[in-house]
């Protein structure tokens, strides 16, 4: 359960739109009308995101929020606020809060930027532990499991630089867990008790990441309506992780550099030069050294992000690693996906051993979920896993290049973490105003995470599955507050 806590002296409206947003029993809405009850339910039980007015009736939202940055700097605070308040608000951006909206509030990006606070808040909080051993890793999403001699060099690394306020490179290829590995640095870091924030170069187009990371002025560029505080601003005092560093384009990175150097940037359209205090740990499944021999990559700013390196191996690399991995994966898919597959078959498991894994962890991920979804009963045989690792499964799988299109008329039965009837008659109350979008918002939530674990989190090709434009998928995803964590290229293609 997600616990929200608002603060504000609205009786009625607020309270109201919230609750709407972030029905039970996912959530758990509480509200505080004044600043000092608000800092009381602080301190007294965990929470994951905070919604703050501006103005209290005892206190101002400012002094507010600095009492919370006093008892838990992670938590991510977003302001809601008038627009004459938009001021007060960019100074607590200033200072590290998540964001700020405007009254009235918009519930469709009310729900997108509280459903990002608190994927970043899980990032904080949840612990990448390191398990040597398939029997004490348990089922944590967090778990960084292995033991083969390449891992024990990489949790080595971790310890040795965990503490030391330099830059670190991670290596490897896509779906290796390089976002775990930094997490792991982070939360063995001197800055374990300030934000940390993660930022996908390759995911933000070329024209907004330098916004993003620096912020802009009002009237920097068509469409800058008001000042924007970007995330070396934001995250000052804490830990910032740059994936995919390698695909930043090259007049970003002198800026980063100079980050580096100095602490020192300007907003976009801006000349105040802004101190900040931010240790970068960035990512990249590139080969940097020959980019920058290349000139696809700045040399100076490669020798200063690798001050310190850590690789991490291919699946395919890690030996007798893979039993282990399998064996943490299906008992947490157990929990999430409400089956009950106990172990695999031999002939499964030689199967697993003999494919070459270009996905790494994220693809092997993908695979369990998908013959997990396939079995029945405790036993996960060869007729369960995709075609693609040449199970011979029959008429069990469908591999994606074979797709063909269902008939109108064929009748699939809605899956049964979701039924939709019981879903509906629980919700319908003489209170109930936005019953139609709720329910397509949650079949939208099933279909397009169902659909994009299929496709690996290939987006091109699940936008061909949906029968939908990339920007419509692109759209849903962000007012859902979903994050695809994996990309896919080819040749001629990054999707």
């Not at 200072?95 to 918009?106: H, V």
């Not at 290596?171 to 930022?199: C, D, M, N, W």
């Not at 009002?218 to 560093?245: H, P, Y």
Request: proline share 5%.
């Amino acid at each position: 359960m997600v616990h929200l806590l608002l603060i504000d002296d609205d009786p009625v409206l607020i309270p109201e739109q919230v609750r709407q947003a972030f029905p039970a029993p996912r959530f758990n809405v509480d509200v505080a009308a004044t600043g000092a009850a608000g800092l009381s339910r602080v301190s007294a039980a965990p929470v994951d995101v905070i919604l703050l007015d501006l103005r209290l009736p005892d206190q101002s939202g400012l002094d507010v929020y600095q009492q919370i940055r006093s008892i838990d700097a992670r938590i991510p605070v977003i302001f809601i606020t008038t627009a004459k308040g938009a001021d007060a608000a960019i100074e607590a951006m200033k200072q590290g809060a998540y964001d700020y909206l405007f009254k009235p509030l918009d519930l469709n990006q009310l729900r997108r930027v509280v459903g990002e606070a608190v994927e970043v808040a899980r990032r904080m909080r949840e612990p990448a532990i390191v398990a040597e051993t398939s029997s004490d890793s348990g089922d944590v999403e967090g778990t960084i499991v292995g033991s083969c001699p390449a891992m024990r060099e990489v949790y080595k690394a971790i310890g040795r630089v965990a503490s030391q306020n330099v830059p670190v490179l991670i290596t490897g290829e896509s779906g290796t867990g390089k976002e775990l590995v930094a997490r792991a640095i982070y939360q063995h870091s001197h800055r374990s008790q300030a934000p940390f924030l993660a930022l996908n170069c390759a995911a933000i187009p070329e024209n907004l990441l330098e916004s993003e990371l620096f912020g802009h002025e009002k009237g920097a560029f068509t469409g800058a309506e008001r000042k924007r505080i970007g995330k070396f601003e934001q995250v000052n005092g804490g830990t910032l992780f740059l994936d995919e560093i390698g695909d930043m384009p090259l007049a970003l990175q002198s800026k980063i550099l100079r980050v580096l150097q100095e602490q020192t940037f300007e907003r976009v359209g801006g000349n105040e030069t802004i101190q900040t205090d931010v240790r970068l740990i960035a990512a990249t499944h590139r080969d940097l050294k020959a980019r920058s021999a290349a000139g696809a990559f700045r040399s100076d700013l490669y020798y200063r992000l690798g001050v310190f390196t850590i690789h991490l191996p291919a699946l395919r690399e890690r030996g007798e690693d893979l039993p282990m991995l399998v064996k943490h994966y299906v008992r947490r898919f157990n929990t999430e996906l409400k089956r009950e597959v106990r172990e695999l078959s031999p002939e499964s498991l030689e199967l697993l051993r003999d494919y070459s894994w270009p996905g790494n962890i994220r693809e092997l991920q993908s695979v369990l979920k998908q013959a997990m979804l396939q079995t029945q009963g405790p036993v996960l045989i060869p007729a369960f896993l995709p075609d693609l690792l040449g199970a011979g499964a029959g008429d069990q799988q469908i591999a994606p290049a074979d797709l063909t299109p269902i008939p109108a008329s064929d009748s699939l039965p809605i899956p049964e973490h979701l039924d939709l009837e019981n879903y509906i008659r629980a919700r319908l109350n003489p209170e109930a105003t936005d019953l139609y979008a709720e329910t397509h918002r949650e079949v939208d939530r099933l279909l397009l995470t169902i659909v994009l674990e299929f496709t690996a989190g290939n987006q091109h090709h699940a936008t061909r599955l949906l029968g939908i434009a990339r920007q419509t998928l692109r759209l849903k995803l962000r007012d859902l507050g979903l994050h695809v964590k994996q990309t896919i290229e080819s040749e001629d293609e990054q999707v």
